[in-house]
């Protein structure tokens, strides 16, 4: 792509004005199927380490990853006020009963401290065991430099910022704030959740950090104009559509609409037989926050207490205003045994891309939008391999060193014959020789190639596999791939036939990339 090409379509993205807003009606249904959990939640983000959707949730307990069915933790027990996900591999963790910041590596799982002093709440700048937090509550990754965060300080009114490469603390601005506590970037401005208002932090050109009420003002239960309406205690809000936001009012037991297009607070309504309920008779609004994560275009995830609910959205009338849809931030691998990652870009082009996160432009039919996504190396490797299954006592193939010796040179000599199959579409790997499992009298053979696949891919491409069961058709030795163990009777053994009636099954073998884990195969993740 020629360098002006690039240029162009960036200063479009960058013109491209707010979307027009329209009158259309907001409705919500409450889906009843909830997450139970026996922890107070804090915050949630769809997990962007794992391939499969699930969601990242922060408890009383800890930090747990759940795809709706099953609950994973990733941290000891903890209480984790805040998180924020940096990159694919790292979170930002809020240690909120010890006043710090923690950084926790997914790969690793290794925790280390981040930012603070641990165990001594305070309020003062500086590196690690110098600067000082008193209740930090919630954590976003600064828009405006993806090499800090920044942090609400609550009992210090203040909000601060954190490098990540040093955990130097500094102070952004501590006036116009009460009990600040969620964070939520709007364009070029830091909108937070005060208690009983929601302002907006601005960064002006001239280095002044600026913060302002935008909507409420005293403690109340009244809806109007975002100057006169009034909340009795706020803690999150979460954004629906351009410029319209929903915010928890814990102290009136409901959730609010503010829709900034209008200028006005209007009730959120949730819909149960037909009928429109915007108090907590819908959904049991707890005196304590209620964290709320929007996942795609309609669906809104409210935490309440210990439970998760879902809220699926719908528009009583057509003229949804005309957006950029959400690309998220998806994660794309690193084919193992490469260093880069070939992206193809919308014109045909194509670039090279090492680890990293990178956000470039895309054509979405009348719009110029955004693509949101992360470069890394995979977790799992998934090698093509041949394999046959043979039914055979398992205790035979380790009756004495002959046995050994006689099954290894057998797989040897297989692994021969499957290289001629191979053709120009594999070579047998030199780093995986041939290897075997038995397990209830059936003893199961992998012979590895050098062709490999990252996490997102589960199946070997069907052309690949139909050339190469072709080539292994044509070697008549190879029609039933027979063995030699010693002492079996008889002591030549076919391979039982697979689902395709082949006695060679062409596949793909997974393992963790880090060789310190262990792939749990129901789970396909690395542990």
């Not at 006036?175 to 401005?189: K, N, V």
């Not at 040179?409 to 120009?424: D, F, M, P, Y």
Request: proline share 4%; net charge negative; glycine share 6%.
């Amino acid at each position: 792509m020629k360098l002006w090409n690039i240029i162009s379509m960036l200063l479009a993205l960058a013109s491209y004005g707010n979307a027009q807003s329209s009158s259309s009606k907001l409705t919500y249904v409450l889906d009843y199927n909830s997450l139970n959990l026996s922890s107070i939640i804090h915050h949630m983000d769809v997990d962007r380490y794992l391939y499969n959707f699930q969601i990242l949730i922060s408890t009383d307990t800890g930090l747990i990853t759940t795809n709706g069915n099953n609950i994973w933790a990733l941290t000891p027990s903890m209480d984790i006020h805040g998180f924020a996900q940096i990159n694919a591999t790292h979170v930002v963790l809020i240690d909120g009963r010890h006043h710090c910041l923690r950084m926790l590596d997914r790969v690793t799982s290794h925790i280390v401290v981040l930012a603070g002093t641990c165990g001594t709440p305070g309020y003062s700048d500086g590196l690690i065991g110098t600067g000082k937090f008193h209740n930090p509550n919630s954590v976003v990754v600064d828009t405006r430099n993806s090499g800090q965060v920044l942090v609400t300080d609550s009992a210090n009114n203040a909000l601060r910022s954190v490098s990540i490469s040093t955990g130097e603390v500094r102070t952004v601005i501590d006036s116009g704030f009460e009990l600040p506590q969620g964070l939520l970037w709007a364009g070029d401005h830091l909108l937070v959740t005060n208690n009983v208002y929601i302002s907006s932090v601005r960064w002006l050109d001239n280095g002044t950090v600026v913060n302002y009420i935008v909507a409420f003002s005293r403690p109340g239960d009244v809806y109007g104009t975002t100057d006169e309406s009034k909340v009795r205690r706020s803690s999150n809000l979460v954004r629906l559509r351009e410029k319209m936001f929903l915010v928890d009012d814990t102290g009136s037991r409901k959730l609010k609409l503010v829709d900034f297009n209008e200028g006005r607070v209007k009730p959120f309504c949730i819909y149960q037989e037909d009928d429109c309920t915007t108090n907590s008779s819908a959904l049991p609004i707890p005196a304590i926050k209620a964290p709320m994560l929007k996942v795609g275009d309609e669906t809104i995830y409210v935490a309440l207490a210990t439970s998760v609910y879902k809220l699926k959205g719908e528009s009583s009338e057509s003229g949804f205003p005309v957006e950029c849809p959400d690309s998220g931030n998806a994660t794309i691998y690193i084919i193992p045994g490469r260093r880069k990652l070939t992206f193809s870009l919308d014109n045909g082009l194509t670039i090279d891309l090492s680890e990293g996160h990178y956000t470039l432009p895309k054509d979405d039919g009348p719009l110029l939008c955004k693509e949101h996504f992360n470069v890394m190396k995979s977790p799992i490797v998934r090698r093509l391999s041949f394999k046959s299954v043979y039914e055979v006592r398992c205790n035979l193939l380790e009756y004495d060193s002959d046995t050994r010796i006689v099954l290894r040179n057998t797989l040897l000599h297989r692994r021969s014959q499957l290289l001629t199959a191979c053709g120009e579409d594999c070579t047998m790997s030199n780093n995986m020789m041939p290897f075997s499992e038995c397990t209830d009298g059936q003893l199961t053979v992998y012979w590895p190639t050098d062709v490999m696949f990252p996490i997102d891919v589960h199946q070997p491409p069907t052309e690949l596999v139909n050339r190469l069961e072709q080539r292994i058709e044509t070697i008549d030795s190879m029609i039933n791939m027979e063995i030699f163990i010693l002492y079996h009777s008889p002591p030549v053994i076919a391979a039982a036939k697979g689902p395709n009636n082949k006695a060679v099954q062409v596949t793909l073998y997974s393992a963790c990339a880090n060789n310190r884990k262990s792939y749990d195969v129901e789970r396909d993740v690395c542990v």
